[in-house]
């Protein structure tokens, strides 16, 4: 193998129900969420990720207060958003809550920046929808500006400019590992790279493969640029079980719900099982047991060139017990699979 690579896990906190069928409480679900990230890091996975949502099926609306948590039980594994939806939030105080969970965590911490998959955080904290594409852009702007930790001078539209502005915690390390978060469009593929930035494809239905030219833009663009080669992540859902039949069994009407539920909103048809096979067979869904998954994962990494794969593990009502099952084998069999046949 060329470079390492790197494995990880991602998460949007779902609100999940127990064994028997209870609904269990957004609370436990966040004390859940802890536990899974501290066997993450026994079994020595790279990364775990936190989704921010602020809505009732996702618990996680401060990822940076969870990580921090993680931080003080762990000691290896890195700590970062799944994504921040900077469009609606401050980006000093992004940046210094990020370099907060980089000094709890000896410096740990990483940021996955995007504009989110939903909308309910700008009406909830009073930001325009019209403005959508305006917002990132200004803001991403000035985070690029203060991940270079010396006095920001700054002026956009949205917001009062800074002179000469310092803005604390900085960093032992001096800059906290800052990702953009794209699910398919060109532009932001070619913003990551205008930004010097490593990119995360969130490839979440269809054959990973029909992202293989934007891998390809992002190189050209970083080229062109005169910027050096960044790495490239996937983040796409999946879950294992001892055996191919037991994960499509235990999986299926968790995946089901979360999925009809979002479909509802945005006016999809309610999912089949046909679909749901596709997706395993040959889409976006890693799902079965650790040799299946593994040889999905492998022929993902190879087709794209990439140099991390996270794994969103969580899907609706899922329940904590067959999550944890799901990471045991994710780290002790699939990883060390997917090494040995990339080796």
Do not use: C
Request: glycine share 8%; net charge negative.
């Amino acid at each position: 193998m060329a470079q390492q690579i790197e494995f990880g896990l991602d998460t949007f906190g779902d609100v999940t129900m127990d064994l028997d069928g209870a609904a269990v409480s957004q609370a436990q679900v966040i004390r859940n969420l802890v536990s899974e990230a501290v066997l993450a890091d026994e079994l020595g996975i790279d990364f775990i990720g936190l989704g921010e949502h602020h809505r009732q099926d996702f618990a996680v609306s401060a990822p940076e207060v969870v990580l921090a948590a993680i931080a003080s039980v762990t000691k290896n594994i890195h700590l970062g958003s799944a994504v921040t939806v900077l469009s609606s939030d401050d980006p000093i105080r992004v940046y210094q809550r990020f370099a907060t969970v980089d000094a709890l965590s000896n410096g740990r911490a990483e940021v996955i920046l995007g504009r989110g998959s939903f909308t309910e955080s700008f009406p909830l904290f009073g930001f325009d929808l019209s403005r959508y594409e305006q917002l990132f852009e200004e803001k991403l702007d000035l985070f690029s500006e203060l991940l270079k930790e010396q006095p920001v001078t700054w002026s956009g539209e949205l917001r009062p400019p800074l002179t000469e502005q310092n803005v604390y915690p900085r960093t032992e390390g001096g800059h906290i590992k800052t990702w953009i978060g794209v699910g398919g469009s060109p532009e932001s593929v070619v913003r990551a790279a205008r930004y010097g930035m490593p990119l995360v494809l969130a490839i979440i239905g269809g054959d990973p493969a029909r992202f293989a030219p934007y891998v390809d833009l992002f190189h050209r663009a970083l080229a062109q640029l005169e910027k050096p080669d960044l790495p490239i992540a996937v983040h796409s859902p999946g879950f294992i079980a001892d055996t191919d039949d037991e994960a499509a069994e235990q999986y299926w009407s968790h995946h089901k719900v979360m999925r009809d539920r979002i479909g509802a909103e945005r006016g999809w048809p309610e999912t089949s099982t046909a679909e749901y096979a596709g997706e395993i067979e040959h889409g976006s869904l890693y799902l079965g047991s650790p040799e299946t998954v593994a040889r999905k994962l492998a022929t993902t990494i190879s087709t794209l060139g990439i140099q991390r794969f996270d794994l969103k593990y969580s899907a609706g009502t899922l329940p904590h017990e067959l999550m944890m099952h799901s990471i045991e084998l994710y780290g002790s069999k699939v990883i060390p699979m997917v090494k040995d046949m990339l080796a």
